[in-house]
């Protein structure tokens, strides 16, 4: 056995001196092992990806649909209509006369009378305030138009009509009725909400997955993190590799989320592609695009870190050299 | 180097170490003997603060290792080179790469990496089992890559504790040779060893504990 030792001077050696160079070789060393170490496993690495890929691709393709859906939503016309309030003092008979002049205009497609006990009741049921009309002494409503403006009228043309139409003698005050808009609105928002709610459960079931994943992965090398303690391995040291498997585990699940989506989207496209039709809209389906697919993907990356880090805070410290 | 003071160690219902005072000099090889149970683990692992003393003062190049916080430990350890019974290989990467491990925590570069490497098998004999992947290496082979692991960052202390345990008395001689080697080139060395038939053939300091009492080789050498 060789027993000499004159390479080495003497065991007062130089301290260990952190370079750059070496720092980076680790990282880059910790994140090809973790990698391998992936890939060796294949069916329980695919398994997380896949669960991952679905948990971020769910809420990307509901918000994909809903992107569409607001931006055909936006592009539909208008189906607007005028409320004319009249003069208090104008009779019912009157205002019919008034309605007849107007339908002849040729920007305006109809109009017809609204009687103001009519626009009473119509108020009440509108708005559930019943018992309070009906302590009212006089209906307050006036006798009321509704004016639907011809299908080319475009929203600047609209504006002339409602101006005109507030000019009048007759006319006391002129309501644009924009309600079906704000129903619209207010549903997509409502949807978005409901987008928004189920997309970060479903992101904290990723990280759930991919902290389970970081979890297996440290039980797995614990004589390794012992030994990395024993010989002196700092926090830093034993947690790297660990972070790494987190961020290619997001990363991989964000990139097969993202095919998830594409698939997704063929698959919807056809039937999609006919109903926008029917309505003769040369609107084109919006799909993720290379820039969903990278923010995808490095969502994914930012998600397996952030599980990683946790799993590893919570796991590591515990296993300590006996 | 090394100054126990009045140190005890206490376990539930148990005094591992009590009242242990004594130093080790830097440059010194010591054996710390007694029966199982005796302490000798306890007293490595004190040092090694994979324990803490329950009262007394332990100093380590004239610092008092208490102070050694929780974020301290791991820097603290890399000024010791460690030996186990057991030897702690990991049996997933080649013995190139078990005896690369703590040049690695410490941020060497790939070259001193390698040279370093080299050298330290070269030590032990084993150059050329380098791309061996040490389950298939014997009990001796493994117990020379866990020295050479141990040595290879050059550590000013060596701690082992049985490390001939497993071994027969050729193999073990041979072991004890190969840290008397690194001794005389100026490490501490502290040998936790059951076996007095083997160590007491060497002429180093024999610290004797019993029951967690040290009851000979307190004094100096
Ligand atoms: N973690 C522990 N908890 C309780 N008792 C322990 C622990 N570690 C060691 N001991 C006890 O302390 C005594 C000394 O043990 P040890 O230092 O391992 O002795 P040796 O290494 O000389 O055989 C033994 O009685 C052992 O049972
Ligand atoms: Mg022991």
């Given at each position: 056995m060789n027993t000499k030792l004159s390479a080495q001077k003497t065991g007062l050696g130089l301290g260990p001196r952190p370079q750059l160079a070496a720092w980076v070789h680790h990282h880059r060393q910790a994140a090809a092992d973790s990698l391998q170490k992936m890939l060796m496993e294949p069916i329980a690495t695919l398994l997380t990806l896949v669960a991952v890929g679905i948990a971020l691709a769910l809420p990307a393709a509901l918000w994909l649909l809903l992107d569409n859906a607001s931006a055909v939503a936006s592009r539909v016309e208008a189906p607007t209509r005028l409320s004319l309030l009249l003069?208090?003092?104008?009779s019912f008979e009157a205002a019919e006369r008034f309605a007849d002049t107007l339908a002849?205009?040729?920007?305006?497609a109809a109009v017809s009378v609204l009687h103001r006990d009519e626009a009473l009741v119509l108020f009440a049921t509108d708005t559930g305030l019943d018992s309070l009309l009906q302590?009212?002494?006089?209906?307050?409503l006036p006798h009321t138009l509704l004016v639907t403006p011809a299908v080319d009228v475009g929203t600047e043309q609209l504006e002339a009509l409602a101006d005109f139409l507030g000019g009048r003698p007759e006319v006391d005050e002129v309501v644009l009725d924009t309600r079906w808009i704000a129903r619209l609105d207010t549903t997509i928002a409502l949807v978005r909400q409901l987008v928004v709610g189920t997309g970060a459960l479903m992101i904290l079931g990723a990280i759930l997955i991919l902290a389970n994943t970081i979890r297996l992965a440290i039980e797995a090398r614990r004589d390794e993190i012992v030994v990395i303690k024993l010989i002196g391995g700092g926090d830093g040291f034993a947690r790297r590799p660990f972070l790494y498997t987190g961020l290619w585990a997001g990363i991989g699940g964000g990139l097969l989320g993202a095919l998830l989506v594409l698939g997704l989207f063929l698959f919807v496209s056809a039937p999609a592609r006919s109903l926008l039709a029917l309505y003769d809209s040369d609107f084109t389906l919006q799909g993720l695009g290379l820039v969903g697919v990278i923010r995808l993907t490095l969502m994914g990356g930012a998600i397996g870190l952030l599980s990683a880090a946790q799993a590893v805070t919570l796991h590591l410290r515990r296993i300590e050299p006996r | 180097m090394i100054e126990f003071d009045r140190v005890n160690k206490r376990f539930e219902h148990h005094d591992a170490l009590r009242d242990i005072s004594l130093t080790i000099d830097a440059g010194e090889m010591v054996f710390l003997t007694g029966h199982s149970g005796a302490g000798k683990s306890t007293f490595l692992r004190l040092l090694m603060l994979l324990e803490r003393a329950s009262s007394g003062t332990l100093t380590v190049n004239g610092r008092d290792?208490?102070?050694?916080g929780r974020r301290g430990i791991a820097r603290y350890r890399r000024e010791f080179g460690i030996v186990f019974q057991?030897?702690?290989?990991?049996?997933?990467?080649?013995v190139y790469d078990n005896v690369a491990l703590p040049l690695e925590i410490s941020g060497f570069s790939q070259r001193d990496i390698e040279r370093r490497v080299r050298a330290a098998l070269d030590k032990v004999g084993l150059l050329d089992r380098?791309?061996?992947?040490?389950?298939?290496?014997?009990g001796g082979e493994q117990q020379r890559v866990g020295i050479a692991r141990a040595v290879v960052a050059r550590p000013k202390i060596l701690l082992a504790d049985e490390p001939t345990g497993n071994l027969d008395p050729q193999l073990s001689a041979e072991i004890m040779s190969l840290f008397e080697a690194f001794n005389r080139v100026g490490v501490t060395v502290v040998i936790a060893s059951h076996d007095l038939a083997l160590i007491s053939r060497l002429r180093h300091r024999i610290i004797t504990l019993k029951g967690g009492r040290l009851v000979g080789g307190g004094g100096q050498g």
């Amino acid at each position: 056995m060789n027993t000499k030792l004159s390479a080495q001077k003497t065991g007062l050696g130089l301290g260990p001196r952190p370079q750059l160079a070496a720092w980076v070789h680790h990282h880059r060393q910790a994140a090809a092992d973790s990698l391998q170490k992936m890939l060796m496993e294949p069916i329980a690495t695919l398994l997380t990806l896949v669960a991952v890929g679905i948990a971020l691709a769910l809420p990307a393709a509901l918000w994909l649909l809903l992107d569409n859906a607001s931006a055909v939503a936006s592009r539909v016309e208008a189906p607007t209509r005028l409320s004319l309030l009249l003069d208090d003092d104008s009779s019912f008979e009157a205002a019919e006369r008034f309605a007849d002049t107007l339908a002849t205009r040729v920007d305006i497609a109809a109009v017809s009378v609204l009687h103001r006990d009519e626009a009473l009741v119509l108020f009440a049921t509108d708005t559930g305030l019943d018992s309070l009309l009906q302590g009212l002494q006089d209906n307050p409503l006036p006798h009321t138009l509704l004016v639907t403006p011809a299908v080319d009228v475009g929203t600047e043309q609209l504006e002339a009509l409602a101006d005109f139409l507030g000019g009048r003698p007759e006319v006391d005050e002129v309501v644009l009725d924009t309600r079906w808009i704000a129903r619209l609105d207010t549903t997509i928002a409502l949807v978005r909400q409901l987008v928004v709610g189920t997309g970060a459960l479903m992101i904290l079931g990723a990280i759930l997955i991919l902290a389970n994943t970081i979890r297996l992965a440290i039980e797995a090398r614990r004589d390794e993190i012992v030994v990395i303690k024993l010989i002196g391995g700092g926090d830093g040291f034993a947690r790297r590799p660990f972070l790494y498997t987190g961020l290619w585990a997001g990363i991989g699940g964000g990139l097969l989320g993202a095919l998830l989506v594409l698939g997704l989207f063929l698959f919807v496209s056809a039937p999609a592609r006919s109903l926008l039709a029917l309505y003769d809209s040369d609107f084109t389906l919006q799909g993720l695009g290379l820039v969903g697919v990278i923010r995808l993907t490095l969502m994914g990356g930012a998600i397996g870190l952030l599980s990683a880090a946790q799993a590893v805070t919570l796991h590591l410290r515990r296993i300590e050299p006996r | 180097m090394i100054e126990f003071d009045r140190v005890n160690k206490r376990f539930e219902h148990h005094d591992a170490l009590r009242d242990i005072s004594l130093t080790i000099d830097a440059g010194e090889m010591v054996f710390l003997t007694g029966h199982s149970g005796a302490g000798k683990s306890t007293f490595l692992r004190l040092l090694m603060l994979l324990e803490r003393a329950s009262s007394g003062t332990l100093t380590v190049n004239g610092r008092d290792i208490s102070k050694v916080g929780r974020r301290g430990i791991a820097r603290y350890r890399r000024e010791f080179g460690i030996v186990f019974q057991d030897h702690q290989l990991l049996f997933d990467r080649s013995v190139y790469d078990n005896v690369a491990l703590p040049l690695e925590i410490s941020g060497f570069s790939q070259r001193d990496i390698e040279r370093r490497v080299r050298a330290a098998l070269d030590k032990v004999g084993l150059l050329d089992r380098e791309n061996a992947q040490p389950a298939l290496l014997s009990g001796g082979e493994q117990q020379r890559v866990g020295i050479a692991r141990a040595v290879v960052a050059r550590p000013k202390i060596l701690l082992a504790d049985e490390p001939t345990g497993n071994l027969d008395p050729q193999l073990s001689a041979e072991i004890m040779s190969l840290f008397e080697a690194f001794n005389r080139v100026g490490v501490t060395v502290v040998i936790a060893s059951h076996d007095l038939a083997l160590i007491s053939r060497l002429r180093h300091r024999i610290i004797t504990l019993k029951g967690g009492r040290l009851v000979g080789g307190g004094g100096q050498g």
